[in-house]
């Protein structure tokens, strides 16, 4: 990817998205992906006791099939690196790091 720089990972295991930032010609840009739910979250009444009692509702793991990467609230988000770098070498970028983040991606 071209002039990219400080690029920071990181993932929020309750709220299920993992995202990286970087910096772009001095603009601070970032890219992200929604991670996969646990199976025990299947139902309301589970998810509100693992929510309570403080427990990851999500797994570090994104869909490789559907990500989340380039609809809804991340493609939102992601949009103006779009723009830049188009999705595929953003999905590129994205992957390679998160990766080293811990993060798989199947």
Known sequence: MRKIK????????????????????????????????RKEC????????LVKSGADIFKKEISESDPGFDWGICEDGNK???DIFGKDECWN?????????GVRIK
């Open 42 to 49: 299947s139902d309301d009444e589970r998810r509100y006791a």
């Open 93 to 101: 970028l994205f992957k390679r790091e998160i990766k080293k983040a």
């Open 6 to 37: 400080d690029i920071k990972t990181d993932y929020d295991l309750q709220q299920g998205f993992a995202w990286i930032t970087f910096l772009h010609d001095d603009e601070e840009l970032s890219l992200q992906a929604c991670l996969k739910e």
């Open 80 to 82: 103006k690196a779009f």
